[in-house]
């Protein structure tokens, strides 16, 4: 549905975002992470076409974008950004709604019959005569989320849009969009910090760091150095710590590994993998799809396993585990 091939932004005097090819698929729910400044909010301002950038090319549905303003402009209401602080006018509840609406010279009946059909939606039918100033902050989410919605965008933005929210509201924001997604179809770009929230709730992960895309998720990210040993390469966590990768130049680095890459067991395993580490478990959280386990091997490490192996395995806090995972597992970067 959206495909961008060397995508270049920059900042005067600063970050920079510099990625070779992304690639969006209809029907999938896309959780973005990375570290605070990595390039999120940038990225979704990009793709939303708001923020000009560089690219060689951009395709929209199979299409380049066009060059004329008001073609550009039709394509551009395909999608809509729902910020982390979204701006709501100092009206009601209702106008706030209608307004995105009325600036497409949508007719007054429909205009109200969907924002009665999305307030009803959103459990917010009382809601269209109140002023933004009385809405708690988990209702105020709830308005922008709705006002998004009702949009009806094929591609739906949104840049942490349940930070700084209760939880019943985060559960109940998830759910809404989760189920509109399975009705409207198209994509779902959703930047959180949220470990859990990603594995709830997302298809598949784009992961920034420092402005390009890296493979896997930021659960398991080390900076360390790449030293040539005996004719292998290996990266040194610490200096009494090291796992074979792939073959490099030596110096300064940083390893990811994805949690699903590792596997989990309770004795050594006769396997082929060069790397296996012995260490004792020290958290045990359950998302969405399995079991998040993080163990101590001299640094902490994330596995993600099922929950029927989780079931097999017993494993509780404290006990001692051994993290298996094959040098071409890992990404160093």
């Known amino acids: 549905m959206i495909n961008i091939r060397d995508l270049k932004f920059s900042y005067p005097g600063g970050f920079a975002l510099d990625i070779p090819e992304i690639s969006l698929s209809e029907g999938k729910i896309y959780l973005l992470t990375g570290p605070n400044g990595s390039g999120k909010t940038t990225l979704l301002e990009i793709l939303a076409l708001l923020l ?72 917010l039918q009382d809601f269209r005569g109140r002023k933004v100033g009385e809405l708690s902050g988990g209702e105020k989410q709830k308005v922008a989320l709705a006002r998004a919605l009702l949009l009806r965008p094929e591609v739906l933005l949104l840049d942490e849009p349940t930070a700084n929210v209760d939880r019943a509201s985060v559960e109940f924001i998830e759910e809404k969009i989760k189920e509109y997604h399975r009705e409207r179809k198209g994509i779902v770009i959703w930047a959180t910090h949220n470990r859990e929230q990603a594995y709830r709730v997302g298809d598949e992960m784009l992961c920034l760091l ?26 040194f966590f610490k200096p009494e710590l090291k796992a074979s990768v792939p073959a490099r130049k030596p110096g300064p680095a940083r390893l990811i590994i994805q949690p699903e890459e590792i596997i989990v067991s309770l004795s050594p395993l006769a396997s082929s993998a060069r790397n296996s580490f012995s260490g004792r478990v020290v958290r045990i959280e359950e998302l969405g799809r399995g079991v998040s386990i993080s163990v101590d091997i001299g640094v902490p490490m994330q596995a993600f396993i099922t929950r029927a192996s989780y079931t097999e395995l017993g494993l509780k806090l404290g006990g001692r585990v051994y993290l298996t995972f094959k040098a071409t597992a890992v990404s160093v970067v």
């Open 52 to 123: 000009p950038a560089a690219y060689r090319e951009f395709l929209y549905r199979g299409g380049p974008l066009p060059d004329s303003e008001r073609d550009l402009l039709a394509i551009r209401r395909k999608m809509t950004l729902m910020e982390q602080n979204p701006y709501l006018f100092r009206t009601t509840v209702g106008e706030n709604l209608a307004y995105g609406l009325s600036i497409r010279r949508i007719g007054k009946q429909e205009i109200g019959e969907r924002v009665d059909f999305i307030l009803k939606l959103l459990g």
């Open 210 to 235: 420092e402005g390009k895309l890296v493979p896997g998720t930021i659960d398991n990210l080390y900076f360390g150095e790449v030293r040539q040993d005996g004719g292998e390469t290996y990266f």
